[in-house]
């Protein structure tokens, strides 16, 4: 019941509803307005030739980064919620028979659902405008790894902004955190600037932040194929180069990351912050 309460409570606040989807409106309106024909312009002047298939592959590498965004932007404006009681109905909650731990409990499988809902929705979006611009349709195999890594997204980017919101104390303060990540989450996943292109250091950062690596596996699935396709004819020096450059895969050092690896470091961080969340409150309570 306290789930239910939890869902309908966002899905009735159409501007929080709205607000926790900003930073995924941002990346598809400038992606539509000038983002996507200059990266098509940028990729045609490298190949030396033009291609249908240029499209199809930019598409899928920035609508690949907007689904990785949006598993962690729903779940933060999910999570006002629980900030929203603790101003105003913590005291009716902690005088009810219901146990903190139920509560709590609630605002991370609530926000949890939130995630998932939001993020197979933009996915499916993506993928019938990616079809719709001439890309192939996902195989069963492809469908299940879609599957697995939105799963995957929702529970990283749910544990990471579970474990801010513990500390966040007020509306205010909840509206300027979800101000910064929504500004920051397509920078920090290579969406607004291809990865390849930033300092050595900025590069080392992102790809140490968990989401990008999710936002990897979206992109290895979404356009990794018709990228394959593009380059058929090129060296294959030439196609890893490109991989790295705009996320596809993350190179640290000698070692190239894939979908498991990738995988690996979603769930591991998952279970990380899940953690440390239940012994801050714990020590807290």
């Not at 009735?12 to 995924?24: I, T, W, Y």
């Not at 900030?83 to 409990?105: E, Q, Y």
């Not at 801010?164 to 920078?187: D, M, N, P, R, Y």
């Not at 969340?277 to 807290?284: E, H, K, L, Q, Y």
Request: a positive charge; charged letters at 10%.
């Amino acid at each position: 019941m306290l789930i239910k309460r939890n869902l309908l409570l966002f899905f009735r606040d159409k501007g929080n509803v709205f607000f926790s989807l900003l930073a995924v409106l941002i990346i598809l309106g400038l992606y539509v307005l000038f983002l996507g024909s200059m990266m098509e312009a940028n990729l045609r002047e490298a190949l030396g030739f033009d291609s249908d298939k240029i499209g199809v592959v930019m598409a899928g590498l920035t609508l690949a980064g907007m689904v990785a965004a949006a598993s962690v932007t729903s779940c933060l404006g999910a999570l006002n919620i629980s900030v929203a009681d603790k101003s105003n109905a913590a005291k009716d909650f902690f005088t009810s028979p219901v146990s903190r731990g139920k509560l709590t409990l609630s605002y991370v499988l609530g926000s949890a659902v939130v995630g998932i809902i939001m993020t197979l929705t933009a996915l499916l979006l993506s993928e019938l405008y990616i079809i719709a611009n001439g890309g192939a349709s996902p195989g069963p195999a492809d469908c299940a790894r879609l599957l697995l890594t939105a799963f995957l997204s929702v529970l990283c980017g749910n544990a990471m902004v579970f474990f801010i919101i513990i500390f966040v104390k007020s509306q205010s303060a909840f509206t300027a955190l979800s101000t910064v990540i929504g500004t920051l989450i397509g920078f920090l996943i290579g969406v607004y600037i291809p990865i390849g292109q930033l300092p050595t250091g900025v590069q080392w950062l992102i790809k140490c932040f968990p989401m990008t690596h999710a936002a990897s596996m979206f992109r290895q699935i979404l356009a990794d194929g018709e990228l394959a396709t593009l380059f058929a004819n090129a060296p294959a020096e030439t196609l890893t180069g490109f991989r790295e450059t705009f996320g596809v895969t993350l190179a640290f050092g000698g070692f190239t990351s894939n979908f498991w690896f990738s995988a690996l470091i979603l769930a591991t961080t998952t279970v990380i912050f899940y953690t440390l969340s239940a012994t801050v409150i714990r020590v807290r309570h």
